[in-house]
């Protein structure tokens, strides 16, 4: 479950702050730690919220490795509640694997606040929620190779719930490219409020409200 994976993130990969790298100028993927995951579905009872300087990565690419959101997770108090959370960290990564959100409406997959250069590369994610892939503030966070939808056929209705497939929301800098998204109500990528300086290209968008909204920047 999610909740055991918690317990092994927080347990094993400690929190960290700037000072803690304060002296490095060249950053690899020896320099960041890794959780491999694989063995199929895991149950999403609660928000994975992951540290800095941290690859979650589930077995290279496959589709048979991931997140299955419960049909009652522990409620986050977050205006946004989500499988898998960003929060304020740095050169963070989720690599792989599928994110099914689908079993509660107001859940998104996965939730950037903040921070900076984090990425979601390779990801299957799936959410009924206002959006399937949030990024709100921060900077140089980047969405890429991920396919992205609502989990459902035909939700170009006018009450489908799952309205925008990638949101950059108050972020700067930020990056969503080479993804193919399909099934949004509302857009397959929306630039919304205070963004800065983003860049949205060589995506496949499909059977959305919009290909690209960019509105109040």
Not at 7 to 34: C, H, M, Q
Not at 116 to 128: I, Q
Not at 151 to 178: C, E, H, I, N, P
């Amino acid at each position: 479950t999610a909740s055991s994976i918690q317990n092994l993130i927080d347990s094993e990969y400690p929190a960290v702050d700037s000072g803690d790298w304060a002296s490095t100028s060249y950053f690899n993927v020896k320099s960041l730690r890794s959780l491999f995951l694989s063995g199929g579905s895991y149950v999403s009872d609660t928000t994975l919220s992951l540290p800095s300087h941290f690859v979650l990565r589930l077995d290279a690419y496959d589709s048979d490795t991931g997140f299955t959101l419960s049909a009652n997770p522990t409620m986050s108090s977050d205006t946004y509640p989500s499988m898998v959370r960003l929060d304020g960290v740095e050169l963070t990564a989720v690599v792989g694997g599928f994110f099914d959100a689908t079993q509660n409406s107001s859940y998104e997959a996965i939730h950037v606040a903040d921070g900076s250069r984090c990425s979601l590369r390779h990801v299957n994610a799936m959410s009924r929620a206002g959006s399937v892939i949030h990024v709100r503030g921060g900077l140089n966070h980047e969405v890429r190779d991920c396919t992205v939808n609502s989990g459902q056929s035909g939700a170009l209705v006018a009450d489908a719930a799952a309205s925008r497939g990638v949101w950059l929301d108050s972020t700067r800098f930020g990056m969503v490219y080479d993804n193919a998204l399909s099934e949004c109500a509302k857009a397959a990528v929306e630039v919304d409020a205070g963004c800065e300086s983003c860049v949205v290209f060589s995506n496949q968008a499909e059977l959305n409200g919009l290909g690209i909204l960019v509105g109040e920047t």
